[in-house]
């Protein structure tokens, strides 16, 4: 037992002092021992050499255990202790004594604290705790940056002090504390990606920890709440109250997004359009409100991305809806592939891809409805008919969709994420029979309709419309409690009809307005007789004659398939061939302009004949004396 009231200057620095500040057990008593021993030494006026004998008599220390058969971590009250055998790990640093001398890992304190294991990979990852300037972090890596030499070097952007000099020794150290303290350090589930994980939902259980990369950790952190969940439903309420579809139908895809993994339903997009200045972006914001953060950068994204970023944030949100403004800009950059970027879109996947390691990354997989919007609609005649059917549009109503925009903006950003979590409260607790039984009545009721007004709508659009319908009706009666459903009789006509969407009949309008488009390429000069471009083909008796590699050229540049659409113009009789008795035989010789070539004759919806028709310069199309009868006209 020390003695204080008989420490001098000189007797506080000797060697029985410190042994007994190392022979106490209880941590407690130990510090309490070292406070009150440190303030006496500066009284003395010796505080720095009492401060250099402790440092000395624990490195002495630990050096002793070392050699007698390992030590214990010393990094104070703020993790564990563990067993680190030769390694002397303490505040200051992490070292070794080697038979060439001392090996220095890291000059500051540094451990493994957790093990995840990745809910989808069944990859492992460390958590690693350092302290820096007095303050702990934890940092996430991947076990494979802590077992290299080269890439543990890395660990330095977090403000690790390590280099190349140290690498080699700081990688040995926490592979040693690994092995040494596997029953010590705790293994927990992770996951990559939000939505449903089991039973659960991420983010809102917090046994499960978010382990994805830091280019995607500003989004994890905005899927939280914030603010008054009053104030955002009093919006929300007087919102859907104004009559105005374009944010009533973004809500409803919002609540929709996880109810696709639990109908086994394919991802699918909504998209407003219309006047720019309207509000559609701000009705955008809203239904990012639902769930997350609202400004900008956060959750929600402008259309800047390529195909590969969207695949990973597309993966990340997994069940959570993709918010992302204004996607015609994408659609300006991949132009006539506009459809298949559609279609990627809303495959529930992204491509196989090989890594640097000749081998394949992994594949990224989604189920979740994007919203976004356009001053155009999406939909081109070039557009496959799969894509189309992928695609939900709201044509925005003239005038505004909120008398302030800015004062919703205000709002939104400091009132947000409450109604996400309750959503998924509720529909946690429904039976899936229940939630289908809900889709099944709205599902009856387009059917009934459908048969009312002699239609035929496209299946794959009535099933994601039906989803739409059902969170629109939960979120309504439990959330918003207001009454204001969606109109079905709208969204009803929302609903492509199937020739709408039929990829052949698109194709022939498609050639029909570029033949208008180009008619100088199949029409000559009344007067000279010769074209004025390049000769395409010609029209007589109601027919557009074309040169079949002119056609093949259409093909392409209309995005559908000239054999599959010469198959159907054959069998609805708009094709003229060169032999009646040989009907597989769609083109036809034709001699213009004294060359003889193969063409098409397909049979055009608006004129008799304009063989005697000026070109553009002079005059469009004639007066049309008599309409030809085109089959499929009269379905649409």
Known sequence: MIDYKSLDGKAILEEDIFTEIYDEQDPIQQAAMICTLSDMAKSFGVKQNFDRMLKAFKRARQSYN?????????????????YCGGWIANDD?????????????????????????????????SVLAFKIRGRWKEVIVDK???????????????????????????????????????????????????????????????TVVFDNDDALSGAFKSVTSHGSYTKWLDLMRKIRASGRIEAKMYLAGAFASPLLHKFNALPFIISTYGKTGKGKTVALMVATSVWADPTEGKYFIRAKANEIALEVRLDFLNHLPLAIDDLSQIQKKVKDDFGEFVYNLCSGGGKERSNTSIGLQRQRYWKNIVLTNSERSLVSETMNGGAINRIIEVESEEGNIFESGAEVVDIIKEHYGYAGEEFINIISSMSLEELKSIQREFLDRIYAKQFEMGEEKEEKQIIPMSILLTADKIATEQIFEDGQYLDFDKCYEMLKSKGDISEEERAYDFIM???QMHINNFVPDRFTGTYRGDVWGCIDNGYAIINNNVFNSMADRGNFSAKGFLAWAQRNGLLQSSNEKDRERVT??????????????????????????????????????????????DKR
Not at 96 to 101: A, D, E, P, R, S
Not at 620 to 626: G, L, V
Request: with cysteine.
């Open 144 to 206: 494979e940056v802590i077992s290299s030499n080269n890439r543990i070097v890395n660990l330095s952007k977090y403000g690790v002090r390590v280099t190349s000099e140290n690498a080699r020794a700081l990688v040995q150290y926490l592979a040693d504390m690994e092995s040494m303290n596997e029953k010590l350090i705790p293994e927990q589930k992770s996951t990559s990606k939000l939505g449903w994980l089991d039973k659960s939902f991420i983010p809102y259980d917090s």
């Open 66 to 82: 070392q050699q007698t058969g390992g030590s214990y971590t010393d990094f104070g009250d703020d993790y564990p202790q563990m």
């Open 513 to 515: 307005s570029d033949i």
């Open 93 to 125: 640093g992490i070292s070794i004594l080697t038979n060439f001398g001392e090996k220095t890992a890291c000059t500051h304190p540094i451990i493994p604290v957790r093990m995840l294991v990745n809910a989808e990979t069944g990859y492992l990852k």
């Open 588 to 633: 036809k010789s034709k001699k213009i302009q004294g060359k003889v070539t193969r063409c098409v004759f397909l049979k055009m919806d608006t004129v008799e004949s304009i063989e005697d028709a000026e070109t553009v310069e002079d005059t469009d199309f004639h007066e049309i004396n008599e309409q030809i009868e085109i089959p499929f006209k």
